[in-house]
């Protein structure tokens, strides 16, 4: 990370991190969020908790953090990050505080005294912060990082969401959210078969939203078709063994679904995931999915916009109940950027669209 432009875009690497300790564990990780409001002061102070139970914490993930120096960051937060962390063949437990104002690096990280184990075996890794964020706002960003995270349906881990409030003694209120919890998943399942699964939940839900389930819209698969596409290079000079998956879907039916279904019309949202966390899509997959030739499969492109972010595709002369949904998932180490756009347009060329045309 260049800078923490806010405290939302913080908390979301922090997870996006977890995420990964989580990945690196051979056993069932659960990973919490505690989000807790004290009405003492004014404004009201918002702790927040991000916790896993993963692999210990790697200290080197934290040297690229930086404060980003604008007055709304300013306001909000003072920059400082509490850190705990163990892995499993520590005999301590870890604690270190994290100012991420200081400008000199050597100075932004101070080890405090750590606790003994006592011969217990567990790892995991607790992050935590005091801010000024209204909850409503911080809330939102991370419940709809979560529910994009069901996607992906990651087998090993289980998401929590807790929301605590100070002011009486004792109320929790909690928001418990499971990766798999669409679905029992089938032992084993590969990465692209969970995002077939993860994309095809997805489209089953209320207008294709990502918090409301609507058994209105599709009450059944049996008009999803779906294609899919995994391409991936064997580590050499030119590349370091990154994957990339791609899984589009289009939804059709003889008659209006519901309301809600027709209010998304002929455009298509692209979810991307960066290494098993969602982002913004890249402008070489941008540019790869406007090189393809979506005529060769009976569809047409008419437009393409970036917004903030979120790739916007408009089709030409699509049924009148239908829609289609892409999602695309990069995970691994990085491609030089041409050698991207290439490995996403020969994902297109071995998918299986043929089932996908008018």
Not at 198 to 221: A, I, Q, T, Y
């Amino acid at each position: 990370m260049d800078g923490v432009a806010s405290v939302p875009k913080l908390c979301l690497h922090l997870i996006s991190s977890a995420i990964q300790r989580c990945r690196m564990s051979e056993d069932l990780c659960r990973l919490s969020v505690v989000l807790k409001r004290s009405p003492v002061s004014d404004p009201p102070i918002l702790g927040i908790s991000i916790s896993d139970t993963g692999v210990g914490s790697c200290l080197e993930e934290f040297k690229d953090l930086r404060y980003s120096r604008d007055w709304a960051s300013f306001e909000k937060w003072d920059g400082e990050l509490s850190v705990t962390t163990t892995s499993i063949c520590d005999r301590e437990i870890h604690h270190y505080h994290l100012n991420l104002k200081e400008s000199v690096p050597t100075n932004m990280l101070t080890e405090l005294p750590s606790k003994p184990k006592n011969g217990a075996k567990f790892s995991g890794t607790e992050i935590s912060l005091s801010t000024f964020e209204r909850m409503d706002d911080l809330l939102a960003e991370i419940t709809h990082f979560f529910r994009k995270m069901l996607i992906l349906k990651i087998p090993n881990i289980a998401i929590e969401l807790v929301i605590e409030h100070g002011d009486i003694r004792g109320s929790r209120y909690g928001n418990f959210i499971q990766a798999n919890e669409c679905n029992h998943l089938p032992s084993p399942m590969s990465n692209i078969e969970c995002l077939k699964s993860g994309l095809e939940d997805f489209v089953c839900k209320h207008g294709n939203s990502l918090n409301e389930k609507c058994f209105s819209c599709f009450p059944n698969r049996e008009h999803l078709k779906v294609g899919s596409g995994l391409a991936c290079r064997a580590e050499s000079q030119r590349s370091t063994g990154q994957v990339m998956e791609a899984v589009i879907i289009i939804s059709e039916s003889s008659e209006p679904p519901s309301p809600c279904f027709s209010a998304s019309g002929p455009k298509t949202e692209v979810l991307c995931f960066y290494d098993f966390s969602p982002c913004a899509i890249s402008q070489s997959s941008m540019n790869a999915l406007i090189s393809i030739d979506w005529k060769n499969y009976g569809l047409t492109l008419r437009s393409f916009v970036d917004q903030n972010g979120s790739a916007l595709l408009e089709w030409e002369d699509l049924p009148t109940y239908a829609h289609i949904d892409i999602v695309l998932h990069c995970y691994h180490k990085q491609y030089p950027l041409l050698y991207f756009m290439h490995l996403v347009i020969d994902i297109a060329q071995e998918m299986t669209l043929t089932c996908l045309t008018k």
